[in-house]
């Protein structure tokens, strides 16, 4: 990254608030134009997909586009961001949740601040979310290791993907699950049942750097005779 | 740009007429097929971004495909194109984005000459129009310093975005909002609301300009001892 | 183009049966599931464009992936292909757009000889059918010249925004026309609509290669001080 | 491929769960979700498309990204892949999509262990399963001969398509086929018609093997005078 630190956190935060932006608006978008939830997901899906593909596109250059302190944690455990950015990673993405929260709310006139009362919970939603965060995070790695250029693509198809298979509409994402507990609409979630989702979203996380990590350890190494 | 300015006015003419002819043909087609808004918005949606994707890739080369008087102004301001030839572009606009209404509407037998009744109007909308062309002139600013190559399919799928996450559809255009005030159809708009929307798209288009200034301003320099 | 004319031929015709079989296909598949035809469309209209990327990444190599026989005029008008291979490139069209129906019928155990009887005729439609074809051909002839890599997203693109903003949908493909005016499904025409369609189409066509022509005459030439 | 037997078998293994998932997963999603067969198809297609296009392109540089028996037999067949290679492929394909039901069934708390009851039987099922098999590896063998980089984009992309107008909504896939008798869901086939799925898929890849093979035997020679 060719960028300071201060622009970094500019772009992590601006990222992670056109994102929330894009999946609470759209979720209250659709949710007003028609009564079939299925055309609504559909409504909330593609602008999140389309969105993510432009974001990490954008400010991938500038930040790494994490926008998700579960990514952040698994780049800090690999040592290729330091300690101190990482948290100012984390603020920076909160803030920018929050932040696109309330620009969603005011766009749609709707009150600022408001507490979700959606429950999202159970044994079901907790496995969702850590297979969500599972995938994410091994799609980031694996791509980046072999078509580092598609990670914008790989990224914005996975979630398009992973808001129709995982029974929780894929969170994912520590920060954008804080700022969603904000918006009591669509795409809103009990405070409650924050903890639930967050842990499972660094469980899948540290899983997929795991699994990951093997399976890349020698992928250069040509197969000699092993079939 | 390699094309005499002859060649690039008709150009941006032929690709606002035929973005304004995707958007409100579109609409017509889906508000006829259907009674779920969500759904018509999704048949609205998806020609607009697709039809982005295409004129910018193969009209870009010739008058930069800007099909739009936010995006031009950003580029006098940047002197990237001279103040007459900005002017003749802005005209062009215009006239392309008419001639795309009255095309649209002779293709669906409807009368050619419309006025829009469809009030668009009030804080939250003139808010999301600012939002849906900071977001646009944004995502053009930085993804011609970071990946040009894929502008077409940048803007074709932050538009995809926008048509849902912002409250106002993300009209994110001058030329196309005037176009849209002469059909009275899902596309249209009241010539009333039109200064409001007009005047935020400027805005939000000139907040995009001086962000994008700021973070692009050293994105070379190597970072040093940041964290 | 590396492969002899026999090859290019069979080319040709798999790939015009595979076009209209995922259009006729599809047709029948959406009609069958919904009664909201604007879904019905949507579940027609993504299979056909992403077919199209398919066919023309797979077979353009071979044949040129023309599939049309508009597309094929104007390449023999432009001398880029034989007035022979001309010709036997649209019997194979035509042939292939037939087997590609009949093919549909069979999935889908329906008569496998029909004839359609869905009116498509006017004005509005020829307009339709003739704006279509020009932006079909437009798009070929400009993507030609400035990325033919992406010639296949950018006639998939195209022809997922014109299913919805033309009113006639956008069969620009004499050949296809034919082929669906032997199903009576969802998409299917009347074969008195025929010569309409067909006229309209041709037209369009020619008038792209017109502007085309002016359009890229000197592309190359730098703009000097046109400013 | 750089990577030894035991990631590729893991890697084909983890590819064709996460494709199951993602096919019975988002198949629940959408049942439950819409009364509206076809928007349940709508989003039991996005889905199924782009974690296509996701897993090929991460896990094709480790196994080859079959997750496919049919495929796996072609490769054999051009001898692209050893018999014993071949066989462990195809166990952990299997077994990869059976945990990838039992995966979806425990995000959405449904029994882990069901039998399928919906019937997929009939001529027109068969030919529609060997035309989608055809397809699908048509096109890999004449994408990896012109395109190789695009394979994952031409396979997400084809069976978004043949979701649609074969039929059978293309399974295939063995693997996935026998996966899908183990969920009594949107996505399920009855245990009783797998063989004939699985012959039709088998035919189908034979004869796609045999035609890419002759129109592909002399793609690089020049044309001489064959118009």
């Known amino acids: 990254m060719a960028a300071d630190l201060s622009r970094r956190i500019v772009a992590e935060a601006l990222g992670t608030a056109m994102l929330v932006a894009a999946v609470v608006g759209s979720g209250i978008m659709a949710d007003r134009l028609t009564d079939d939830v299925a ?12 969105m993510l593909v432009v974001l990490i596109t954008i400010l991938g250059p500038i930040s790494g586009a994490h926008f998700n302190p579960a990514v952040t944690l698994v780049f800090a455990l690999k040592r290729e961001i330091g300690a101190n950015a990482a948290l100012a990673y984390l603020l920076a993405q909160v803030a920018g949740g929050l932040a696109g929260t309330f620009l969603a709310h ?35 790695l694996t791509g980046l290791r072999f078509r580092p250029d598609a990670i914008p693509w790989l990224v914005g198809l996975y979630i ?9 509409t894929s969170f994912a ?22 903890p639930g989702f967050i842990l499972a979203e660094f469980v899948g996380a540290l899983l997929a750097m795991i699994l990951a990590g093997w399976l890349l350890a020698e992928p250069i190494r040509q197969m000699k005779a092993a079939e």
């Open 160 to 168: 398009t993907a992973a808001y129709w298979f995982t029974a929780s």
């Open 106 to 140: 005011a766009m749609f006139e709707q009150p600022i601040l408001q507490i979700a009362e959606t429950a999202r919970t159970g044994s079901g939603q907790w496995l969702a979310e850590a297979v969500a965060t599972f995938g994410l995070v091994f799609t980031i």
């Open 173 to 194: 994402n520590p920060a954008v699950a804080i700022a969603r507990a904000f918006s009591n609409t669509f795409a809103g979630i009990r405070p409650v049942d924050l």
């Open 39 to 50: 055309v609504a997901l559909l409504g909330n899906t593609l602008p999140t997909g389309a």
